[in-house]
């Protein structure tokens, strides 16, 4: 059985971003970005993430995600829909 999916939301110093850090790797060392849909085409959870409205920008790097968001748009609107976002994708895939 595989291990249930952990996400744990930390800040980052810019205030328009939030890291979530998730107990599988998304990326071997090299980091990905993704602020389009076009960019995200090949990425299923970046295109979900950046379907979510608010989000302007996927980074993923190792273990984490990193969602930048539009300022006009508050994280306590944003950051549970993105957590379910995360966690809805990896229930997916297993």
């Known amino acids: 059985m595989a291990e ?3 996400v744990d939301v930390q800040p980052t110093p810019n205030v328009n971003a939030l890291k979530f850090v ?10 990905q970005t993704f ?8 990425s ?3 295109a979900a993430l950046l379907a979510v409205p608010g989000v302007v ?24 829909q993105v957590e379910s976002t995360i ?3 990896f229930e997916a895939i297993g």
């Open 57 to 80: 920008q996927v980074f993923f790097l190792n273990d984490f995600i990193t969602v930048t968001r539009s300022p006009s748009v508050q994280w306590e609107e944003l950051a549970d």
């Open 4 to 6: 249930s999916i952990t």
């Open 44 to 46: 299923p959870l970046a």
């Open 87 to 89: 966690r809805r994708h």
């Open 22 to 31: 998730v107990n599988r790797r998304l990326t071997e060392g090299r980091s």
């Open 35 to 42: 602020r389009t849909p076009q960019e995200a085409a090949a």
